[in-house]
């Protein structure tokens, strides 16, 4: 991975990738240098503000969900039809017990598409741990249909 960087010093995708592998391997520090270094790289790279929006969630800390959030936003801000923004920041939203604003980003994410299974999945859970067991059963049911036609072949 150093060759590779040293040949390509200013390619932000490239350090993108970087830090996701680190990330995948948990070295969370080497992944936030170089996904930050990346956004350096590329103004407004919202998929790398989306990861290291995860690897911030991955500390596992207040901190580091107050710095999650603040990139989901960002992203957000950058892109507001994101689908993977909207679902990420609810997932972190819901973590941290913030549960009627995790049901809205994920409902966001409806919005911009019926089809987002990811987030009816997700929707479905907050509903759950709300005590919203119908509009629970209806989202599960949606994102199921969804997969079926995935299951018919």
Same mark, same amino acid.
């Given at each position: 991975s150093a060759l590779a960087v040293s040949d390509s010093p200013d390619n932000a995708l490239l350090y993108h990738t970087l830090g996701l592998c680190y990330h995948r391997n948990n070295q969370l520090k080497e992944a936030l240098k170089s996904l930050s270094h990346a956004m350096t790289l590329k103004e407004h790279f919202i998929q790398a503000y989306i990861s290291r929006g995860n690897v911030y969630?991955?500390? +596992?800390? $207040? *901190?580091?969900y107050k710095l999650s959030k603040r990139d989901y936003c960002r992203a957000? #801000?950058?892109?507001? &039809? +994101?689908? &993977? /923004? #909207?679902? +990420?920041?609810?997932? /972190?939203? *819901?973590?941290?017990? !913030?549960? +009627? $604003?995790?049901? !809205?980003q994920f409902t966001s994410a409806i919005k911009i598409d019926p089809n987002c299974h990811l987030a009816l999945e997700a929707r479905s859970i907050v509903n759950l741990q709300m005590g919203h067991l119908f509009g629970a059963f209806c989202d599960i049911n949606s994102a199921v249909k969804l997969h079926l036609p995935h299951y018919a072949h």
């Open positions: 969630m991955s500390l +596992n800390s $207040e *901190q580091g957000l #801000h950058y892109d507001p &039809t +994101n689908l &993977t /923004a #909207h679902v +990420n920041l609810g997932i /972190a939203l *819901q973590s941290y017990g !913030k549960m +009627n $604003e995790g049901w !809205k």
